[in-house]
């Protein structure tokens, strides 16, 4: 495979290489976004959100049992909703760039993302995901086997921590909640993102402060927030397995290549129907990857018409959790290993 990432508002191109390849002809016949499609899946999405919400506070003091039953269908109406935001980053939610950016600035301040910043780090994973040269912007830190013994012991203890999955997911949604309202300059944050950070924060401000004054500081509390933080663990999950599994695509830049990159990078995770629906499909990574102009609802014809996708890692839920304890590539072997494997080489 050969390949160079598509420019999507903010994305970043990575390195073009020579040999010739038609993935571009595959890719281009499920681009473009179908205006009906997606304005029904904005509706939808955004009124069983709101419906949800407002059944939660009315059951709150009536039924608290019902209340909590609906925590889990908030949470995977939120996911959802950030899907969407996605797909606007990409350019590929809806026709009109303006129109466009306007949805996903509005899903962003439901989902507690600063749009146009999140947009431009996303634009840097997909320009250089596999990339061992270029690690650092959007993913999760990952580092080589030789670069961990190379560190001290304060350095691996506080590389083993991150890598706990209780921090992980545990500590993962407070990094949205909190760490996202201040950022500073860098190569995903100019003017432009700062900008966008801080409008972002007023308007959760003036979110926060309107559902207070309409429901009140308790139904914010014990409803839209354990709704937000599991979807934002089961959003940390989803991010995670996508790119690490044990056969997972590294490369030094001088050899990586897009394309491949997509594919062998990528994952499939097959999720049931309805788990696929919240999801917004994003379990078919490999395929957005490769394509990120093409939109959640033509990402499974995409996969199932086309072999070149069927080349890509296949995931479970189960091999997804078992996959949680891969904390280092190994560069001699060529795949992603434990700590423990580690420990079991002597080295």
């Known amino acids: 495979m050969s390949a160079e990432p598509e420019k999507v508002n903010d994305e970043v191109p990575g390195r073009p290489e020579s040999r010739a390849s038609d993935w571009r002809k595959v890719v281009a016949r499920y681009q473009g976004s179908h205006v009906g ?17 407002v059944a939660m506070h009315r059951m709150l003091h009536v039924a608290p049992l019902v209340t909590i039953a609906l925590i889990l269908p908030a949470a995977g109406f939120i996911i959802r ?8 980053s990409h350019g590929s939610f809806l026709p009109w760039p303006k129109v466009n950016d306007t949805v996903g600035f509005i899903t962003g301040v439901l989902t507690l993302t600063p749009y146009a910043q999140w947009r431009r780090e996303h634009a840097l994973h997909h320009a250089s995901s596999g990339d ?11 580092i080589t086997v030789r670069e961990y013994l190379a560190l001290n012991r304060w350095g691996r203890f506080r590389y083993r921590l991150f890598r706990n999955p209780a921090v992980l997911l545990g500590l993962g949604p407070l990094h949205m909640m909190v760490l996202q309202r201040f950022r500073s300059r860098g190569i995903a944050t100019g003017t432009k993102q700062l900008w966008n950070v801080w409008m972002t924060n007023v308007a959760i401000g003036g979110l926060i402060a309107t559902l207070i004054l309409a429901a009140g500081a308790q139904s914010l509390l014990v409803i839209y927030l354990p709704a937000y933080y599991l979807a934002t663990m089961a959003g940390v999950w989803l991010f995670y397995v996508q ?16 394309a491949t990159a997509a594919v062998q990078g990528s994952s499939y995770l097959r999720l049931p129907r309805v788990l696929q629906w ?3 499909s994003i379990g078919l990574h490999h395929v957005h990857h490769l394509g990120p102009r093409i939109p959640n609802y033509m990402l499974q014809r995409a996969h199932d018409e086309n072999p070149i996708f069927h080349e890509a890692p296949v995931m479970t839920i189960r091999k997804g959790v078992r996959a949680l304890g891969l904390t280092l590539y190994d560069e001699q072997q060529r795949h992603m290993i434990r700590f423990k494997d580690l420990r079991r080489k002597g080295r």
């Open 81 to 88: 909703t950030f899907i969407i935001m996605h797909d606007c």
């Open 278 to 280: 919240f999801t917004g």
């Open 37 to 53: 499609r997606s304005l029904f899946q904005l509706v939808t999405t955004l009124g069983l959100l709101v419906v949800t919400l």
């Open 243 to 258: 790119h690490q599994f044990e056969d997972a695509y590294w490369e030094s830049h001088e050899n990586w290549d897009y």
């Open 132 to 142: 061992l040269d270029r690690r650092g912007n959007g993913d999760v830190t990952t």
